[in-house]
């Protein structure tokens, strides 16, 4: 994933972009940016690896460097951005939120035409914002270009621009999957994924951009270049997991959604419940509002048969060996023996992708004493790699613990009865459930339904993507 904010003023934003970007730390965990325009230094750019150090401390005195009445920044899973780009559209800098599926492909068709060249990375591989700009850049203007850009690119694509005149270009990637949001204040305008970043900065919301749509950004004005398409398909991903509690997403709450998630799954199971539960607690801390809303539903005690211990160990990808990162993510979990010994409890998690360190969370439980661990989802099996964006995505389907159980219990021929496997209600769907409980030593494992999903986000279905769990774009 990734994120990115900007603004543009009557005064210096640097400061403005900083907080806005570092905002946005728990949508990538690879690298941050920075790049701003200004009367007296003209374009500056600077870039950190923000694996082993948060955002903010990489980028501490960013302040005493940079300086510019309009800048932009981004949190970026992938490769280093925002870039400053020299091109027949001028000098701009670019910072984009994209999944390129074809990348190979539109890298091929670029090379046999324009005798031009990429800047390779290690691998050979291309870094994707420099090929969104060569797309854009075999157009005449910014908007055709990112149109261009956008119907060339298989998955997704949202970008963000600073022009030399310190007017900032935003649009929203095609089908709407993603947010892009502006503010404003006395002074100029925002734009930024998550909406509570710039709210805590004194900005208020104006307007969130509609699937496509296009719009510049100036301390005066925001005008729209190219106006929104109808059909939307934002991800559903966005309220269950990834989004943060304090945003709205097309006025939707995510920490209200969690809250009415969790109470649906609790309303749709009641009669099946398994009787003796002592308590509810989330798995991890973006399953903590859905086990909440289950806990008010049910009437069930919410209460913490661990905590994590954050002060040290902050993030548990900092080490870069994955045995270091899973003993790391151990190590945080500092247990409540009162809440865990003799106690029957049911954990929320808000998706079981992989399930490794669920795995681990449940020996846990029981290694000090749990009598029994039921687990619940907040949202259904996980049967697809996202080919939207870069969540769930995967070069197997293997990888995904609802697809290797299908696998293992009927091979490729499974594959043909995943709708089956995805209703809990079937043969095939309890004995997915049964297998996977066999495997985590769940005492009972359930799956919030699509269509409980879709109830708790309250958008018409329609413009929702659910396609990694239904395979249905």
């Known amino acids: 994933m990734g994120g990115f904010f900007g603004a543009t003023s009557q005064r210096d934003v640097v400061l403005d972009v900083f907080f806005g970007v570092d905002y946005h730390s728990h949508l990538g965990t690879r690298r941050g940016g920075m790049a701003a325009v200004g009367e007296e230094k003209g374009f500056q750019r600077d870039i950190h690896n923000i694996e082993n150090a948060p955002f903010r401390t990489k980028f501490a005195g960013i302040v005493d460097e940079m300086h510019g009445n309009a800048c932009i920044g981004c949190i970026s899973d992938s490769d280093p951005q925002p870039l400053i780009i020299r091109s027949n559209l001028g000098v701009y800098a670019i910072s984009t939120i994209s999944c390129i599926n074809n990348a190979d492909e539109l890298v091929q068709q670029f090379l046999s035409f324009s005798g031009g060249h990429f800047n390779a990375m290690t691998s050979g591989k291309i870094n994707a914002t420099e090929l969104v700009a060569a797309l854009i850049n075999q157009k005449s203007d910014f908007v055709e270009g990112i149109r261009f850009a956008q119907e060339k690119v298989e998955g997704s694509l949202s970008v963000l621009i600073l022009k030399e005149d310190g007017s900032i270009i935003a649009a929203r990637d095609k089908d709407g999957r993603l947010p892009v949001i502006i503010g404003r204040d006395i002074d100029g305008h925002c734009v930024s994924f998550e909406s509570f970043a710039f709210e805590k900065l004194g900005y208020e919301f104006y307007k969130e951009l509609g699937p ?106 900092m080490p870069t060996n994955q045995l270091e990162r899973n003993k790391v993510a151990k190590m945080k979990l500092v247990p409540v023996h009162d809440n865990i010994q003799g106690k029957s409890m049911l954990l929320v998690d808000d998706s079981i992708v992989r ?78 459930l049964e297998t996977i409980c066999e495997k985590f030593r769940f005492a009972s494992l359930g799956y919030q339904s699509v269509k409980g999903l879709i109830e708790a986000i309250g958008l018409p279905e329609d413009c929702v993507c659910t396609y990694c769990w239904t395979g249905k774009e």
């Open 212 to 317: 496509g749509e296009i719009v510049e950004l100036t301390c005066d004005f925001v005008k729209v270049l190219s106006k929104p398409r109808e059909k939307m398909r934002i991800c559903a991903f966005l309220w269950t997991y990834y989004g943060y509690p304090n945003s709205t997403y097309e006025g939707v709450n995510v920490e209200v959604m969690r809250n009415r998630n969790g109470a649906v799954m609790a309303r749709d199971e009641a009669s099946d419940r398994p009787d003796g539960i002592d308590l509810v607690s989330g798995v991890p801390d973006s399953g903590v509002a859905h086990a909440l809303g289950y806990s008010n539903e049910s009437k069930i005690p919410y209460a913490r048969p661990f905590v994590k211990y954050t002060p040290t160990w902050p993030r548990s990808f």
């Open 355 to 432: 399930g490794t360190q669920l795995r681990e969370t449940v020996e846990f439980l029981y290694s000090n004493g749990a009598k029994a661990v039921h687990m619940r989802s907040a949202c259904p099996p996980i049967m697809y790699g996202c080919k939207y964006l870069n969540f769930s995505r995967n070069t197997s389907d293997d990888d995904l613990i609802a697809r290797r159980v299908i696998h293992e219990l009927e091979g490729a021929e499974g594959d043909k009865h995943i709708d089956e496997y995805s209703d809990a209600s079937t043969e095939r769907g309890q004995k997915l």
